[in-house]
Every structure is written in C-alpha cells, then in structure tokens.
C-alpha cells in the first residue's frame, strides 16, 4: 500500500511538472518605466527638418537610458493642419502610408537599433483617407499599433476621425495613447484605464496653460494612473494621487526624462467604487437621433 501510494504520488507530481513546464505562468508587468518626452517647436510642412530633431533629440536622450521616447502630436509634418494654408489634398501630400513610408521604417529602426519603445505622431493615409496619428514602436522595431485621434474639432475636421481607443501590450502591462483634445473627454481616459492601462501616453500640440494642467491632474486623478503630456513647449507627468510628477518648459528642443514607479496605479478607490449600473446614459446617449443642425 506503501508502494502504491508512492507511485502514485510520484505520478501526480511528475503530472503537475509537466503541466507547469507547458503552460508557464505569464510574467508579471515591470513596474518601473522611464520616460523621455520630446519638446521642441516643430516646421509646417517640413518632414526632414522635423526628422533630423527628432534623431537628435533621440542621441541626447541615449545616456539617460530612456525605455519609452514620446513625440509631440504630429511630430512629422509639423501639426499642420491648422495653418492657414492648409486643406485635406496639402495634408494627403506629407501622409505617409504605413507600409511603405520611408520616414516611419527610419522610426522602426531606431527604435531596433536603440532598442526603446517610441510613439511617433504623424499624419497617416490609409485607404485613401487621412488620420492625425501616434503610433507605437517596440524595441524589436515590430510596430506594434497605431492610435487614431477619435475627438475632432474645427482644424482637425481635414482629418477622418478614428473609430477606437486600443491599448497595446508591453513589458509594462497595457498602454494607451490619446492625441490631444480627446483629453477633454474624461471617457477617454477612462476607458483606457478599464483595459488595463497604468500609463496613457498623451502626444499633443493645443492649449498647455494652468486649465490644462488641471485637467492632466484631475484625468490622472480620476483614472488613479499616470499620463505623459507630451506638447512642443511643455512636457508634464501626472500620477494617480493628482500630482505632477514631472514638469519642464521651453521653446528650444529639449527632453524631460522621469522614472515611474507604476505599481503606485492601483485598481481601488475611483476603479473599485464605480457604478456603472448609473451610468447607462453614457451609452445610451450614442443611439439619439442627431441634433439639429448635426451630421447624422
């Protein structure tokens, strides 16, 4: 019986090995990430001159050892959708296609040979039509997703707008990206953060004032995460706790770089004590009829 019970524990136990060797356990998120956000008042128009800023901005950013390399919003083409001079058939002009730009393989390589995460802005053409654009490389070069800024207003309407808020995955858990003035919709953010989202990272170009800065603390606040304000003149870093974690100014290229701590973004509190069972008018608001005077 001594035997018996010794073989078959001696079984189970080779059983168990064999199950935990096929099916390892994932590996937990890293919890610290250190980021470098770009500044620097970009050219209209002007892809190379905007390019030769950002390699250079990445070579000053090297012995500091970055894991995520932030550009402002629309980085590549200078934002110019709002000059003047500005229509969707100049903006199809500076597109780049994602497959075939020779601008966004020099991003791709970059970030292989630095072996760093970078999100890029630019403007994309994708089945004939243009989207304001961040996308997301890995240090393997691998893009890994392309956000599409989803809240247009005036300027921005030369744009299609984009149909979703994705998150991808990293060595850091998910990460979400929103451009701009989709920041002025908390459910932005806080739908990012529902998927798992500990840092959003926030390319921009509008307003930078004391409002804005305000409304960074409060989206980090409400949310109980971090976001990575990434502007031409201010780079800022809010955490959960609705503190600014990082702040520069300036005109002239510059970088911001910080290390946080992302275990500090937890799930209690604001996530825990939600009720979305009062918030179905949230949803429900996207099924009314249009407005009068509206696109239907």
């Not at 070579?59 to 934002?79: N, S």
């Not at 903006?91 to 020099?106: H, I, M, T």
């Not at 989207?131 to 809240?151: F, Q, S």
Request: proline content about 8%; overall charge negative; glycine content about 8%.
């Amino acid at each position: 019986m001594v035997l018996a019970t010794s073989i078959a524990f001696t079984v189970g136990t080779a059983l168990l090995g064999a199950q935990a060797a096929a099916a390892p356990p994932a590996e937990p998120a890293r919890h610290r990430v250190r980021l470098a956000l770009m500044r620097g008042v970009p050219v209209k128009w002007n892809l190379a001159a905007n390019f030769d800023t950002f390699l250079a901005l990445l070579d000053e950013a090297a012995p500091q050892k970055p894991d995520i390399f932030i550009t402002p919003e629309g980085w590549l083409d200078g934002y110019a959708a709002p000059d003047k001079a500005s229509t969707p058939e100049r903006l199809r002009g500076v597109a780049q296609d994602l497959d075939e730009s020779p601008y966004l393989q020099a991003v791709a390589d970059q970030a292989r040979e630095r072996s760093i995460f970078v999100c890029f802005g630019f403007t994309s053409i994708e089945h004939g039509r243009i989207y304001n654009a961040a996308g997301l490389w890995g240090p393997d070069g691998r893009r890994i997703g392309v956000y599409r800024k989803t809240h247009l207003q005036r300027h921005d309407l030369q744009y299609t707008p984009g149909e979703g808020l994705p998150v991808w995955p990293t060595p850091w858990g998910p990460v979400g990206i929103m451009i701009c003035a989709d920041r002025r919709w908390p459910e932005t953010a806080r739908v990012l953060r529902l998927q798992g989202a500990r840092l959003i990272l926030n390319p921009t170009y509008g307003f930078s004032n004391e409002l804005n800065e305000a409304m960074m603390r409060t989206r980090a606040y409400e949310n109980q995460c971090f976001i990575a304000f990434t502007h031409p003149e201010v780079s800022l870093v809010t955490g959960p706790k609705g503190d600014i974690e990082a702040k520069e100014e300036g005109e002239e290229p510059g970088l911001l770089v910080c290390e946080l701590d992302l275990a500090e973004a937890r799930d209690d509190n604001h996530l825990r004590d939600r009720r979305p069972e009062l918030y179905v008018l949230l949803t429900e608001d996207a099924a009314r009829p249009p407005h009068e005077g509206e696109t239907p």
